[in-house]
C-alpha cells in the first residue's frame, strides 16, 4: 500500500506558466504531494505543472481565487498543506523550519510572513511586510471564505513565525505598473459587487476621504515614504484603486445623477486636505525636528489649517 504523503502543496492557477515553473521548482523536494489546480489557463500552465509531477485537476474560472482554495485542498491527501499562489516562491530557510514544526503536536496551522517585490523592489513599509498569511496547516484545521482577499477559518492551535526574511515566502507581487492597474481593474469590480450586495450606498465623501486616508495610512502612518519612489508610487496606486472600488459602486446603483450639494462636497474636501496636511506636517516636522525655524513654520500650518476646517 503507497504511503500517505506527509506534505501536500497546493497551487491554484491561470496563466502564470513563467512564475509556476520557479513556485514548483523551489518545493521539488519538499513537498511530498503536488496538487496544481488549473482554472481555465491558455499557456502551458498545465504542461509545466506536469513536468514537475503535479496532479492536476481542472476548475471554472473565477475572477479571483478564495472560492476555488477549498476545492483544490480537498484533492490534497497529505496530513500538512502548503498553499501557495504561483508567484510565490520557499527559501531553504523557511522550508527547514517547516520541517520542524510538522515533527510537534501542539501545531495545527501556522502564519508566515510575506515578502513583498513590488515593481522590482522589495517593501519594507507601505503596510506590506510583514504580511503575514496562514499558509501551512494540518488539512481540515483551515477553510477559506468565498469573499476576496478574505481571511481563513482555523480550528485548533496557531504559531506565528518571526518576521525575518530568511523565514519569509518571497512573493513577486506586482512586475509592473501594467500589472497593478490591470488587476485592479478586475478586483475593484468585485469588491465593488460585495459593496452593493452588503447594501452599502455610496457617499460624496467615499470619493475624496477613502482614497485620501488610504495613500496617508500606507505613506504616512505605516512609513511607506521610507520606500522611497517605490512607496510614493504604490501608495497613490492603492489611493486610486479605492477610489475605483467607489466609483464602480457608484455606476452598479445606477449612475444617479444628482446634484453635487456644496456643504457635503466641502465638508468632505475639508475633511481630506485637513487629514492629509495632520500627516504632512507630523511627517516634516519628524524630518525637520532639529531646525527650530522649519518646525515653527510647519506648527503655525497645522494650526491655520485646523482653525479654518469648518469654515
Known sequence: ????????????VRNEADHLRKCLKSIKHFANEIIVVDMHSTDNSVA????????VYPYRWMKF?????????SKATGKWILLLDPDEYLGKHLKKELLSIIKRSDIDWVKIPRKNIIF??????????????I???KKNSVTWKKEIHSQPSTKGNGLTLLDSVKLAIQHNAYPSVTQFITRALRYTNIQADELKQSGYKVKTSDFLLKPV???????????GYKDGI???????????????????????????????????????SQEAVFEYGHWFNKFFREEYSKNVFKNLLMR??????????NF
Not at 500500500?1 to 491554484?12: D, E, Y
Not at 486616508?213 to 512609513?223: M, P, T
Not at 503655525?300 to 476646517?309: A, D, G, Q, V
Open 65 to 73: 481565487v478564495e472560492p476555488a482554495r477549498n476545492f483544490a485542498i
Open 48 to 55: 509545466v505543472a506536469k513536468e514537475f509531477g503535479a496532479q
Open 135 to 137: 499558509r501551512f496547516f
Open 300 to 309: 503655525i500650518s497645522h494650526f491655520l489649517t485646523r482653525l479654518t476646517k
Open 120 to 133: 522590482g523592489k522589495w517593501l519594507r513599509h507601505s503596510r506590506t511586510w510583514p504580511d503575514y498569511l
Open 1 to 12: 500500500m503507497k504511503n500517505k504523503p506527509l506534505i501536500s502543496a497546493v497551487i491554484n
Open 213 to 223: 486616508q488610504e495613500f496617508n495610512s500606507r505613506f504616512f502612518f505605516d512609513e
Open 230 to 268: 517605490h512607496g510614493l508610487i504604490f501608495g497613490l496606486l492603492q489611493s486610486f484603486a479605492i477610489c475605483l472600488i467607489y466609483i464602480r459602486l457608484w455606476e452598479k446603483q445606477g449612475s444617479i445623477d444628482k446634484p453635487l450639494l456644496k456643504e457635503s462636497f466641502v465638508s468632505a
